[in-house]
């Protein structure tokens, strides 16, 4: 599944879309403001060398698609020009409104959310987009459709920029727009920035559907005529539509989570949509009549709604084809809300009507304002709202029965905090589905969790909670709590962990020193005196691996060479430190970071192999020859994204490989060939036969195997089995 990318659209077309639209428009205004940008950007041009009005009347051109009022789209004409043009605030406001005004104001001060910039710049930036949104929400609506455009458009610019740009996408404005419930929006900004950041990973999965192509066409059209031939004898007015899921979807799955494309149930989807909520249901009886329903697999979003108010049955099935697939059962307007989310409210007059329903939506990003409040760190501050915006949920309940959302991976801890912070405080254990669980337990959907807490007004949490939640939310209360209950312990803590800091660092300061040596540190941490200091590190709202540096900085300055002769530093013949092992690699100059082995060559130890830097999803690690690796590194595109890796040694991973087998085919062939592997305690994820014109058969077995020797081994034994003509390694 490609991504068709749309051409430009200018202004006529943009007044095409608006007369086909159901709503009045007051073109007048809608003219003016077009008027107005033409004049101020008559002499830019984009950086693919088109006319610059392009772009915003392309952006204009989305949200008219997305139904929205004629404020918004005139403010798309225009959101560039105060940035851009000499044009002021001023001159919109008196031209325009101030409600206009507003929006291009708030769509200005957003600016670029900076990964080139500093992180305290980069802080306050997504701190002003919160506030804009929890302002009036269609400034992100407005910014979401210029970024889109922009990733439609994406090619013409650096490839670093490129990369930058679709980083910012995935970890930002994709997840803003799954909290929104724009689906349709957040897939397409997924997919897009992908391709950027992985593109041999986005070639390999595009390539793999579209091999497919023909027989995944059938297969959706098939399901779609037996569903419609039995749902028409008992429901009116019925729609089914099929799909396959998005790209970065799968790529998820397959590279991040190491599953097989066989091994993901929802790769295909078939969308029935109704008139009625009664219908929803019937359908399902429908469905599960005609295929058999997989375990485990059914969720009602209809009734207990996801928390950007998507509703939906969704049930995975099996037909006798063998091939999963899932099923989404929705109303015409669930289903307007499933793909526009908050904008839809536009669409069918609802964001000034039912403004309760409105607020309802964009409590979590008071939520996450209110968050912040206490951190003193301003790349926490980053750090916390990304992890709060990332787009998986779990969706757990309560005994009394309330849903709670929580990002995937969060802890019964998290729970508690999100509850209330003293349920949080207080808490001293919990049960899933009535079981006793451990403290740091990562919820599921669908589970019962219960909080078991203490009446002691005094008990609290432990340090070691920091480390073990997920939420930005709970974080920020223990961090709270141990602020206001614990100072004395607070101090003593934090000067502790700073003087083990020092130690580690090399760094000796006399304890009468202290206070000259950490004055400017202390001032800049926005603390009163050095015992504020030493209780922010205690209870976590300062971390030193930041500071440390600047502090050694004044350190070197300050003192005399007389008292770092103290200082223990390494004979001159102590042993180099170890390579940190990366999942069995060696990756020259990185530690600590996530790998995956790719699946178009699939390496095995003893391979000569070759990384590429992906750009926000780790190391992808290639055979040197494998056909996506470059002959010459140094005169490809990307010279500086391969670099160089290394096998650790005695390699304990398990790994997937891929034999052609070609044999003289007879009765018992595949049989031999599973016992075989059976008794090498070889486990088999799957074994395809299919028989050729020369009497011939040819057999892909996929295995597993502990490395290249482990594999030849393997290959050896199998070629002695009856009628075994060869086997090569894919």
Same mark, same amino acid.
């Given at each position: 599944?490609?991504?068709?990318?749309?051409?430009?659209?200018?202004?006529?077309?943009?007044?095409?879309?608006?007369?086909?639209?159901?709503?009045?428009?007051?073109?007048?205004?809608?003219?003016?403001?077009?008027?107005?940008?033409?004049?101020?950007?008559?002499?830019?041009?984009?950086?693919?060398?088109?006319?610059?009005?392009?772009?915003?009347?392309?952006?204009?051109?989305?949200?008219?698609?997305?139904?929205?009022?004629?404020?918004?789209?005139?403010?798309?004409?225009?959101?560039?020009?105060?940035?851009?043009?000499?044009?002021?605030?001023?001159?919109?406001?008196?031209?325009?409104?101030?409600?206009?005004?507003?929006?291009?104001?708030?769509?200005?001060?957003?600016?670029?959310?900076?990964?080139?910039?500093?992180?305290?710049?980069?802080?306050?930036?997504?701190?002003?987009?919160?506030?804009?949104?929890?302002?009036?929400?269609?400034?992100?609506?407005?910014?979401?459709?210029?970024?889109?455009?922009?990733?439609?458009?994406?090619?013409?610019?650096?490839?670093?920029?490129?990369?930058?740009?679709?980083?910012?996408?995935?970890?930002?404005?994709?997840?803003?727009?799954?909290?929104?419930?724009?689906?349709?929006?957040?897939?397409?900004?997924?997919?897009?920035?992908?391709?950027?950041?992985?593109?041999?990973?986005?070639?390999?999965?595009?390539?793999?559907?579209?091999?497919?192509?023909?027989?995944?066409?059938?297969?959706?059209?098939?399901?779609?005529?037996?569903?419609?031939?039995?749902?028409?004898?008992?429901?009116?007015?019925?729609?089914?539509?099929?799909?396959?899921?998005?790209?970065?979807?799968?790529?998820?799955?397959?590279?991040?989570?190491?599953?097989?494309?066989?091994?993901?149930?929802?790769?295909?989807?078939?969308?029935?949509?109704?008139?009625?909520?009664?219908?929803?249901?019937?359908?399902?009886?429908?469905?599960?009549?005609?295929?058999?329903?997989?375990?485990?697999?059914?969720?009602?979003?209809?009734?207990?709604?996801?928390?950007?108010?998507?509703?939906?049955?969704?049930?995975?099935?099996?037909?006798?084809?063998?091939?999963?697939?899932?099923?989404?059962?929705?109303?015409?307007?669930?289903?307007?809300?499933?793909?526009?989310?908050?904008?839809?409210?536009?669409?069918?007059?609802?964001?000034?009507?039912?403004?309760?329903?409105?607020?309802?939506?964009?409590?979590?990003?008071?939520?996450?304002?209110?968050?912040?409040? /206490?951190?003193?760190?301003?790349?926490?501050?980053?750090?916390?709202?990304?992890?709060?915006?990332?787009?998986?949920?779990?969706?757990?309940?309560?005994?009394?029965?309330?849903?709670?959302?929580?990002?995937?991976?969060?802890?019964?801890?998290?729970?508690?905090?999100?509850?209330?912070?003293?349920?949080?405080?207080?808490?001293?254990?919990?049960?899933?589905?009535?079981?006793?669980?451990?403290?740091?337990?990562?919820?599921?959907?669908?589970?019962?969790?219960?909080?078991?807490?203490?009446?002691?007004?005094?008990?609290?949490?432990?340090?070691?909670?920091?480390?073990?939640?997920?939420?930005?939310?709970?974080?920020?209360?223990?961090?709270?709590?141990?602020?206001?209950?614990?100072?004395?312990?607070?101090?003593?803590?934090?000067? /502790?962990?700073?003087?083990?800091?020092?130690?580690?660092?090399?760094?000796?300061?006399?304890?009468?020193?202290?206070?000259?040596?950490?004055?400017?540190?202390?001032?800049?941490?926005?603390?009163?005196?050095?015992?504020?200091?030493?209780?922010?590190?205690?209870?976590?709202?300062?971390?030193?691996?930041?500071?440390?540096?600047?502090?050694?900085?004044?350190?070197?300055?300050?003192?005399?060479?007389?008292?770092?002769?103290?200082?223990?530093?390494?004979?001159?013949?102590?042993?180099?430190?170890?390579?940190?092992?990366?999942?069995?690699?060696?990756?020259?100059?990185?530690?600590?970071?996530?790998?995956?082995?790719?699946?178009?060559?699939?390496?095995?130890?003893?391979?000569?192999?070759?990384?590429?830097?992906?750009?926000?999803?780790?190391?992808?690690?290639?055979?040197?020859?494998?056909?996506?690796?470059?002959?010459?590194?140094?005169?490809?595109?990307?010279?500086?994204?391969?670099?160089?890796?290394?096998?650790?040694?005695?390699?304990?991973?398990?790994?997937?490989?891929?034999?052609?087998?070609?044999?003289?085919?007879?009765?018992?062939?595949?049989?031999?060939?599973?016992?075989?592997?059976?008794?090498?305690?070889?486990?088999?994820?799957?074994?395809?036969?299919?028989?050729?014109?020369?009497?011939?058969?040819?057999?892909?077995?996929?295995?597993?195997i502990k490395g290249l020797t482990h594999l030849q081994t393997v290959m050896t034994k199998l070629s002695n089995i009856n009628g075994?003509?060869?086997?090569?390694?894919?």
């Amino acid at each position: 599944m490609s991504i068709s990318v749309p051409h430009y659209q200018d202004y006529e077309q943009l007044v095409e879309l608006l007369n086909k639209s159901s709503n009045n428009f007051n073109m007048q205004l809608i003219d003016k403001a077009y008027k107005l940008a033409e004049e101020s950007h008559k002499n830019q041009r984009r950086k693919s060398g088109i006319p610059y009005i392009l772009h915003p009347t392309s952006v204009a051109c989305i949200l008219s698609e997305w139904e929205m009022d004629e404020q918004c789209i005139a403010a798309a004409l225009l959101h560039d020009v105060v940035e851009d043009t000499p044009v002021t605030l001023d001159e919109i406001i008196r031209g325009f409104g101030k409600q206009i005004a507003n929006l291009i104001d708030g769509v200005t001060k957003l600016g670029k959310i900076p990964y080139s910039s500093r992180e305290e710049q980069q802080a306050e930036n997504i701190r002003k987009m919160l506030i804009a949104m929890s302002n009036d929400i269609r400034v992100i609506i407005i910014k979401l459709a210029d970024r889109l455009h922009n990733m439609r458009t994406i090619s013409c610019m650096e490839p670093q920029k490129q990369r930058d740009i679709s980083l910012e996408t995935m970890e930002v404005y994709a997840p803003i727009a799954h909290r929104l419930g724009i689906s349709a929006v957040k897939d397409e900004l997924q997919d897009l920035s992908l391709r950027c950041l992985d593109p041999i990973g986005y070639k390999e999965i595009e390539d793999a559907l579209a091999l497919k192509s023909d027989e995944r066409y059938e297969f959706i059209q098939s399901i779609k005529q037996k569903l419609i031939a039995r749902i028409n004898e008992f429901i009116p007015n019925v729609y089914v539509e099929g799909r396959v899921k998005s790209i970065n979807g799968i790529y998820r799955k397959t590279f991040m989570q190491g599953k097989t494309m066989e091994q993901i149930y929802d790769i295909y989807a078939v969308r029935v949509i109704v008139d009625t909520i009664n219908d929803c249901y019937n359908v399902l009886g429908i469905v599960h009549d005609l295929f058999k329903p997989l375990p485990n697999r059914f969720k009602d979003y209809i009734s207990t709604p996801k928390p950007n108010m998507y509703q939906s049955l969704h049930t995975t099935v099996i037909g006798k084809e063998g091939i999963p697939f899932e099923v989404q059962i929705r109303t015409w307007d669930m289903h307007h809300t499933a793909e526009y989310g908050i904008a839809a409210h536009w669409k069918y007059k609802l964001g000034i009507s039912k403004k309760d329903t409105m607020e309802e939506r964009l409590v979590w990003i008071r939520q996450m304002l209110e968050n912040q409040k /206490e951190i003193e760190d301003a790349t926490d501050i980053v750090r916390n709202i990304k992890s709060d915006l990332v787009p998986e949920e779990v969706f757990v309940f309560t005994p009394k029965g309330d849903v709670i959302s929580l990002p995937t991976g969060a802890t019964v801890i998290d729970l508690a905090y999100a509850i209330h912070s003293e349920v949080g405080n207080r808490m001293i254990g919990a049960k899933v589905d009535q079981k006793i669980v451990s403290i740091d337990y990562k919820v599921k959907t669908g589970e019962i969790v219960e909080i078991i807490t203490t009446k002691d007004e005094h008990h609290g949490p432990t340090r070691n909670w920091l480390n073990i939640v997920k939420t930005s939310e709970a974080r920020n209360k223990i961090r709270q709590w141990f602020k206001r209950e614990k100072r004395d312990e607070n101090i003593v803590e934090g000067k /502790e962990e700073l003087i083990k800091e020092f130690k580690k660092n090399g760094i000796y300061i006399p304890e009468k020193d202290l206070p000259e040596i950490l004055a400017e540190t202390v001032k800049k941490q926005r603390c009163n005196n050095l015992e504020d200091f030493y209780a922010a590190i205690g209870y976590g709202g300062i971390q030193l691996w930041r500071i440390l540096p600047k502090i050694k900085e004044e350190y070197n300055k300050k003192i005399s060479p007389k008292d770092k002769d103290s200082v223990q530093v390494l004979p001159h013949n102590a042993p180099e430190p170890k390579k940190k092992v990366n999942g069995g690699v060696y990756i020259e100059g990185i530690d600590n970071c996530l790998i995956k082995y790719s699946k178009c060559c699939n390496p095995l130890p003893n391979d000569d192999i070759i990384g590429f830097i992906t750009r926000g999803f780790g190391v992808s690690i290639h055979k040197r020859n494998c056909k996506n690796v470059p002959v010459n590194i140094e005169t490809c595109a990307d010279p500086e994204r391969w670099i160089k890796v290394s096998w650790a040694g005695e390699v304990q991973d398990s790994f997937k490989s891929t034999l052609e087998i070609i044999a003289n085919d007879r009765t018992g062939l595949l049989a031999d060939i599973t016992i075989l592997l059976s008794n090498m305690h070889i486990f088999i994820h799957s074994l395809n036969s299919r028989e050729t014109k020369n009497g011939q058969a040819t057999i892909h077995a996929t295995i597993t195997i502990k490395g290249l020797t482990h594999l030849q081994t393997v290959m050896t034994k199998l070629s002695n089995i009856n009628g075994i003509v060869s086997i090569d390694r894919l």
